[in-house]
């Protein structure tokens, strides 16, 4: 077995060798992914003041570092058009001015909550105390770490080469991936007690029909279900991008399918289903089009929500003609905690009821606490409001919504991260899915916008190549021909009737 411990500390020094021997784009996207798919779970270091320290912060963390590391020692800078994967964007807060908005707003919410949320709240035996500063400063602090996967892919992913290798990074990681979760499905969730000596969830959580629901080493089965989901969508759209490895493409887009199948997420699969064929029979524009909608509905569902504008009879009736009295129960519960969850938030609209649990709903005689928070969607609005809500959903949906305006300008590959980003935005209605790559997805279009905003030319400047050496043409014999000589200059006197009679004169 693998000390947990030891195995987050060495992640960091993995990602200095990462830096090292890759350019920066495949070391990012190695750096994150391998983080989240292999690091432990619950594996935290909890300092004073500071965020803590787990898989998902101190990867982001040592990648950020060895970005500032590495544009530093960047003597040369690129041209804006240069492809090539290494080419970093310049600064650290995006260009685009409501990206960057929404930026500081997500962070400052979170702070801001927690002044004004310092009251104390009783339900009978239990107590939920006010905040203060100290805690304003430490969540301000988290929620800058928690967006450094969006603000890295801004700068390292932004171009067309940064996105293939964010794409390929997703499908072959989860390809691979895909090895580990049938190991689990026939032989149980025991790959993170076998190397890491300890069982991140609830054993119950792993039974499903009659089989079991895969998890390795992330915290739910439900997100490696999403996970499979978004890279079985890359597979099936990376045959437009490259239509050499159609074959291989289409094949990993089977093997990962059939993998989802037998992991038995229902809400992951019907995801899969509703959008592998945009994927596959959409073009670039219709694609875009599509994802816009999406992370629109996904942007206003809690409005819509509160307006009864989401037909939630309807999901239970067919969900209760296609799927077992279990699943239905379970999704009737949920929409019923959404709902109180909704109505306590309302209480405070503008900026939330902060965190240590005072966004939960608890019985006012017993101080039991009646409420389950499944949804991000609904953590979030009770904790921050409506404010922190529009933020951080923002930076997850505005770069789609943006791209949108000109679906025709949108390449293939942007159009095929916005798929997949939706894909991870629908599941995180129900579900808490939001994780380091949902950020590195929406941190990478957020880039492209900035592409699009600024011309190639005007910010490519003078560079110290030579001057390309022309050769003279070869004949068939292999010898050299002759250079031509140079053609007569242009005559600049414009001819007249008098200046031709004049050069007749001058001749005869």
């Known amino acids: 077995m693998v000390p947990p411990m030891l195995a987050l500390w060495s992640w960091v020094i993995v990602t200095v060798i990462l830096f090292r021997v890759l350019r920066p784009a495949g070391a990012l996207v190695v750096c994150l992914l391998g983080a989240y798919l292999l690091l432990p779970v619950r594996v935290t270091v909890d300092l004073p003041l500071l965020p803590a320290l787990n898989k998902h912060s101190l990867p982001a963390i040592a990648a950020a570092v060895m970005t500032m590391i590495v544009a530093a020692g960047m003597q040369r800078p690129r041209p804006a058009g240069t492809e090539g994967a290494g080419r970093i964007l310049p600064g650290w807060f995006p260009g685009n001015i409501w990206i960057r908005l929404l930026l500081l707003v997500a962070v400052l919410s979170v702070g801001l909550s927690a002044l004004v949320n310092n009251d104390t709240l009783v339900y009978g035996p239990t107590v939920r105390r006010g905040l203060g500063p100290y805690d304003a400063g430490s969540m301000v602090l988290t929620m800058a770490v928690t967006l450094l996967p969006f603000v890295l892919g801004r700068r390292l992913l932004a171009d067309e080469a940064g996105r293939r290798v964010l794409l390929w990074g997703l499908c072959l990681s989860a390809s691979a991936y895909a090895f580990l979760a049938l190991f689990e499905v026939r032989m149980s969730p025991q790959l993170n007690m076998m190397v890491y000596g300890f069982n991140p969830a609830s054993w119950i959580q792993h039974l499903r ?27 099936c759209g990376l045959p437009r991008i490259e239509p050499r490895r159609r074959f291989l493409c289409l094949l990993l887009a089977a093997w990962l ?59 239970l009736g067919l969900f209760e003609k296609y799927s077992n009295q279990d699943r239905v129960g379970s999704l009737r519960y949920r929409l019923k905690n959404e709902d109180i969850l909704l109505d306590k938030a309302m209480q405070r609209p503008a900026l939330g009821w902060s965190s240590f649990a005072r966004n939960r709903v608890f019985d006012p005689e017993t101080g039991r606490d009646i409420s389950v928070t499944d949804g991000i969607w609904a953590i979030v609005i009770g904790e921050s409001g409506l404010i ?9 949906t505005v770069p789609i919504l943006l791209l949108v305006r000109r679906p025709r300008q949108v390449e293939p590959s942007t159009a095929l ?73 242009m ?15 001058r001749r005869g």
């Open 491 to 505: 005559r600049t006197t414009p001819y007249t009737r008098q200046t031709t009679l004049h050069s007749r004169s």
């Open 209 to 235: 029909g009659g089989g079991y629901r895969p998890l390795v080493f992330l915290e739910h089965g439900l997100r490696l279900g999403i996970f499979l989901t978004m890279a079985i969508l890359i597979a």
């Open 417 to 489: 991260l916005a798929l997949a980003l939706v894909a991870n935005l629908a599941d995180i209605i129900p579900n808490s899915s939001l994780t380091p790559v949902t950020w590195l997805i929406a941190g990478t279009l957020a880039g492209r916008l900035e592409q699009a905003r600024a011309p190639a030319a005007a910010t490519a400047g003078p560079t110290t190549d030579p001057p390309a050496r022309t050769r003279p043409p070869r004949l068939r014999g292999g010898q050299a021909a002759e250079e031509e000589a140079p053609l007569p200059a």
């Open 388 to 396: 922190g809500y529009m933020a951080q959903f923002g930076l997850l």
């Open 257 to 315: 399918f059939g993998t989802l199948v037998l992991a038995k997420t229902l809400g992951a699969l019907a995801i899969a289903l509703l959008l592998i064929p945009v994927a596959l029979f959409l073009g670039t524009r219709l694609q875009i089009i599509a994802a816009a909608i999406l992370a629109a509905t996904v942007l206003f569902y809690p409005l819509l929500r509160s307006a009864d504008l989401i037909p939630t009879e309807r999901v």
